[in-house]
Nanobody, 118 residues
């Protein structure tokens, strides 16, 4: 059973930064595309950023230029660096793993709360 454990959430003022980390275990990490999703109260879960097994990154339009996703295959970690945070970034953020080439996410983390407020 794949395990994904997120860390790094918290409360930050608008314009601030946070760094989310996701540690994966029981997985051949290099075989998986990794992603960060978020879900705000009353809203559907949305994809924020993704990175393929080969290291190609993509972003939702709402976070382009502010968020950066990266991965370390040796350490089996994926990081989401979030800068210039806005109140609308407030959500629970989830790490995800999808076997490369598959259509659906196969594993989720438990989520970490990010709150952007003054």
């Amino acid at each position: 059973q794949v395990q994904l454990v997120e860390s790094g959430g918290g409360l930050v003022q608008p314009g601030g930064s946070l760094r989310l980390s996701c540690a994966a275990s029981r997985i051949i990490f290099s075989w998986y595309d990794m992603g960060w999703y978020r879900q705000a109260p009353g809203k559907q879960r949305e994809l924020v950023a993704a990175i393929t097994s080969a290291g190609s990154a993509s972003y939702a339009d709402s976070v382009k230029g502010r968020f950066t996703i990266s991965r370390d295959n040796a350490k089996k970690t994926v990081v989401l660096q979030m800068n210039s945070l806005k109140p609308e970034d407030t959500a629970v953020y989830y790490c995800s793993a999808r076997f490369h080439g598959a259509s659906n996410v196969s594993s989720w983390g438990q989520g970490t709360q990010v709150t952007v407020s003054s």
